[in-house]
């Protein structure tokens, strides 16, 4: 499938193109029409990325891993939003959760809990017990582009698959 300058292609063909998180989730969990195109990692970066491909941000989400506190307990989650939004981290994400204290994880952190690439995280092959944030607004799109846990590619799935993960939960957190 054609979306601006890239052709996506199927990611079960193309498994050196995604972390192996994110290829083991393909397989273990059957999920279908998850395509994968190759970028330039130096325009991983969305601004970057939509600009010299001709994506629109529209269609381009972003997924931030945060990092929850509520007494001695710590616990991780993924927020996806469009690129065109910022989410309500310390308001509305902190409250769902359930948190005294919320902040975005360390580089290193979510590196290491993910297995993937920063800049390139995704919700495919997240650890099992992750809440899955997704915005209201994402759920506007028909497809979406996102990290493909790797910074030399991205991912097109569906709004229907992306949803479907485990754990996923469809909330307004964007800032007001």
């Known amino acids: 499938m054609k979306l601006g300058d890239l052709e996506f292609t199927a990611v079960e063909d193309n498994l050196d193109l995604v972390a192996k998180p994110v290829g083991n989730a393909v397989s273990d969990f059957g999920l279908k029409n998850v395509l994968v195109a190759k970028i330039d990692p130096s325009l991983a970066d969305t601004a970057a990325f939509c600009e010299h491909y001709k994506i629109g941000v529209d269609v381009s989400a ?3 891993v945060v990092e929850a506190k509520r007494a001695d307990k ?3 989650a993924a927020c996806v939003t469009l690129a065109t939004t910022k989410a ?3 308001g509305i994400i902190r409250k769902h ?4 204290k919320i902040s975005f994880a360390s580089m290193d952190k979510a590196v290491d809990l993910t297995g993937m690439a920063y ?3 995704t919700p495919i092959g997240l650890p099992a017990e992750w809440p899955i944030l997704i915005d209201s607004a994402v759920l506007n799109t028909e497809h979406v582009v996102i990290g493909s846990g790797i910074r ?3 991912l097109l799935v ?3 698959l992306l949803v479907s993960l485990k754990n996923t939960t469809s909330l307004d957190i ?3």
């Open 119 to 121: 800049g390139g995280i």
């Open 158 to 160: 569906s709004i229907t």
């Open 62 to 64: 972003n997924c931030i």
């Open 74 to 76: 710590v616990w991780y």
């Open 97 to 100: 959760l359930g948190a005294r």
């Open 152 to 154: 030399e590619s991205k």
């Open 88 to 90: 309500d981290v310390n």
């Open 174 to 176: 964007k800032i007001r």
